[in-house]
């Protein structure tokens, strides 16, 4: 007979705030991945760690929203090097399909340069890049900044600073190419 732990309790919430902010932390991961397998990944740790933590299901779209970004931001930063492996991969792949229709090379562009907005954010201070994440998910002032423990008069410096941060490394990328 096995003896269950504190540990090893599962919230009685747990399934209701499941199903009620799933979609939402996928898509806020979306909008830092863009891979769905990667996005389900990040919701999965940030129910986990819901799972395992003493916030009030009353805030819990607020609380999961926030660690949507944060672990999305983190999964950018620790893939660079995944990034570059794969990079590498679909150049040689290339080399060996060397006729590409131009529906398939749209494609390629696109894709390449959803990366460079990934790995350009990814180098954003944390704060900022959150900020950014944050109220282009929809979160107004006032919810970016209670989620990030700011000032709501911050809160659009600190996205607008982004976006300028975002636009000099996207520069700095694409002068490097």
Not at 77 to 92: F, I, L, Q, T
Not at 126 to 138: D, W, Y
Request: proline share 3%; glycine share 6%.
């Amino acid at each position: 007979m096995a003896v269950s732990t504190a540990r090893d309790a599962v919230r009685d919430d747990l399934g209701e705030v499941f199903r009620r902010d799933y979609r939402r932390v996928v898509a806020v991961a979306g909008r830092v991945l863009g891979s769905r397998d990667e996005c389900e990944d990040v919701a999965q740790e940030v129910f986990l760690a819901f799972g395992r933590s003493a916030v009030p299901a009353d805030e819990a779209s607020g609380w999961l929203t926030v660690a949507a970004v944060h672990t999305a931001l983190n999964h950018i930063r620790s893939g660079r090097r995944r990034a570059s492996r794969e990079e590498s991969a679909a150049v040689s792949d290339a080399a060996v399909r060397p006729t590409i229709s131009p529906d398939v090379a749209d494609v390629v562009v696109t894709a390449e340069e959803r990366s460079r907005v990934r790995a350009a954010l990814g180098a954003l201070p944390h704060k900022q890049a959150a900020a950014l994440v944050l109220r282009h998910s929809g979160l107004s002032y006032a919810e970016v900044a209670t989620a990030l423990s700011m000032s709501p008069g911050s809160v659009g410096t600190t996205v607008r600073r982004a976006e300028s941060a975002l636009r000099k490394e996207l520069t700095r990328h694409a002068s490097s190419d």
